[in-house]
């Protein structure tokens, strides 16, 4: 059974940074790629970083230059490092995978297989 747990959000400042955190189970970690993806109230989810298993990386347009994206595959777990958080930073945070060993990562942020597993999210306010 494969569960994707993500932790670290919370109500920051803008200008301020947050580390997002997704661990793994149940799936070969080091072996698939891993994306993170955000929905706003009101909006449709986006994309906005995926990471292969050979650590390439792509991010939506947005937020290029803030976040970077990493890896552990010792601990199962893949990062979102955000800085210079914006109020349209403002979001529900998911972690994604899919159990297909070619998946890999489109530009934009976006896994190439969304059809895969969830985790229920993290909010993110960022607000003054």
């Known amino acids: 059974q494969v569960q994707l747990v993500e932790s670290g959000g919370g109500l920051v400042q803008p200008g301020g940074s947050l580390r997002l955190s997704c661990a793994a189970s149940?799936?070969?970690?080091?072996?698939?790629?891993m994306g993170w993806y955000r929905q706003a109230p009101g909006k449709e989810r986006e994309g906005v970083s995926c990471?292969?298993?050979?650590?390439?990386?792509t991010f939506a347009d947005s937020v290029k230059g803030r976040f970077t994206i990493s890896r552990d595959n010792a601990k199962n777990t893949v990062y979102l490092q955000m800085n210079s958080l914006k109020p349209e930073d403002t979001a529900v945070y998911y972690c994604?995978?899919?159990?297909?060993?070619?998946?890999?990562?489109?530009?934009?942020?976006?896994?190439?297989?969304?059809?895969?597993?969830w985790g229920q999210g993290t909010q993110v306010t960022v607000s003054s």
């Open positions: 990471i292969t298993p050979r650590v390439g990386s």
């Open positions: 994604s995978t899919v159990d297909i060993q070619s998946s890999s990562c489109l530009e934009g942020g976006r896994l190439s297989n969304e059809y895969g597993y």
């Open positions: 149940g799936i070969g970690f080091s072996i698939h790629a």
